[in-house]
Nanobody
Framework: VQLQASGGGLVQAGGSLRLSCAAS????????IGWFSQAPGKGPEGVSC????????YYVDSVKGRFTISSDNAKNTIYLQMNSLEPEDTAVYYC??????????????????WGQGTQVTVSS
């Protein structure tokens, strides 16, 4: 299983980025995909999770209304559209795969597979 995150970069506050997580070795019929962020000196924080077998995606409160997670099954890729970015969003963003999102979607240990991170830097 491989998860390849990309799309990070440097953006001014108020700007937008779209992160991608390309998966191989799994399908989104069988796995949920979550996004985590990790700021310098902090632990990983669950940002969002999407699953084909569950209802609406999950979001941490701080990104609701600004970030949107979506999937393209044909490309086996999950996207995280990040709008109205804030300096507080600066972090390395990781995607990860779990059997489902569920009530523990934001817990690091809930996920089986992890990709490498992509850096997001938001300047003020």
């Amino acid at each position: 299983v491989q998860l390849q995150a990309s799309g990070g970069g440097l953006v001014q506050a108020g700007g937008s980025l779209r992160l991608s997580c390309a998966a191989s070795g799994i399908t989104f019929d069988d796995y949920a995909i979550g996004w985590f962020s990790q700021a310098p000196g902090k632990g990983p924080e669950g940002v969002s999770c999407i699953s084909s077998s569950e209802g609406s995606p999950y979001y941490v409160d701080s990104v609701k209304g600004r970030f949107t997670i979506s999937s393209d099954n044909a490309k086996n890729t999950i996207y995280l559209q990040m709008n109205s970015l804030e300096p507080e969003d600066t972090a390395v963003y990781y995607c990860a795969a779990a059997k489902f999102c569920g009530r523990l979607w934001y817990v690091h240990g809930h996920y089986e597979y992890w990709g490498q991170g992509t850096q997001v830097t938001v300047s003020s």
